[in-house]
């Protein structure tokens, strides 16, 4: 097997092990997006709450207190949620990181290989 066959076969392996990992990554991703998506809407339910009137009545008092209540605790499981995903997430993210660099490293020496070959079957230098 030639170094050119030898670079094209871990070309292909090294690609598609990227595809496989941008593909988790990404799937991750969307989670983490939806995650922070879902912080943003309770803290903005929670900052409408705030700036609202005041409450006219002893029991509007008592719903706002029980709404405000009920968003300061899914925020905050929705935080520690996100916090439990970060670790997970960086490390998908770097392991697709890597995997990228590794095939687009293997396609620059699979072109320059077959560039030397062109360049000496055509005996220029």
Same mark, same amino acid.
């Given at each position: 097997?030639?170094?050119?066959?030898?670079?094209?076969? &871990?070309?292909?392996?090294?690609?598609?092990?990227?595809? &496989?990992?941008?593909?988790?990554?990404?799937?991750?991703?969307?989670?983490?997006?939806?995650?922070?998506?879902?912080?943003?809407?309770?803290?903005?339910?929670?900052?409408?709450?705030?700036?609202?009137?005041?409450?006219?009545?002893?029991a509007d008092l008592r719903a706002a207190a029980a709404i405000a209540?009920?968003?300061?605790?899914? &925020?905050?499981?929705?935080?520690?949620?996100?916090?439990?995903?970060?670790?997970?997430?960086?490390?998908?993210?770097?392991?697709?990181?890597?995997?990228?660099?590794?095939?687009?490293?293997?396609?620059?020496?699979?072109?320059?290989?077959?560039?030397?070959?062109?360049?000496?079957?055509?005996?220029?230098?």
């Amino acid at each position: 097997m030639t170094t050119e066959a030898q670079l094209d076969a &871990l070309f292909r392996v090294a690609q598609l092990k990227s595809d &496989l990992e941008l593909r988790k990554f990404s799937a991750f991703r969307g989670h983490v997006v939806a995650m922070e998506t879902r912080i943003d809407r309770i803290r903005g339910e929670l900052s409408d709450l705030c700036a609202s009137a005041a409450p006219d009545s002893l029991a509007d008092l008592r719903a706002a207190a029980a709404i405000a209540g009920r968003d300061a605790d899914a &925020l905050m499981r929705a935080e520690a949620e996100l916090a439990r995903m970060r670790p997970n997430f960086d490390a998908a993210r770097a392991k697709a990181v890597r995997e990228f660099g590794r095939a687009q490293v293997l396609s620059h020496l699979k072109a320059g290989a077959a560039d030397a070959r062109r360049a000496k079957r055509d005996g220029t230098p």
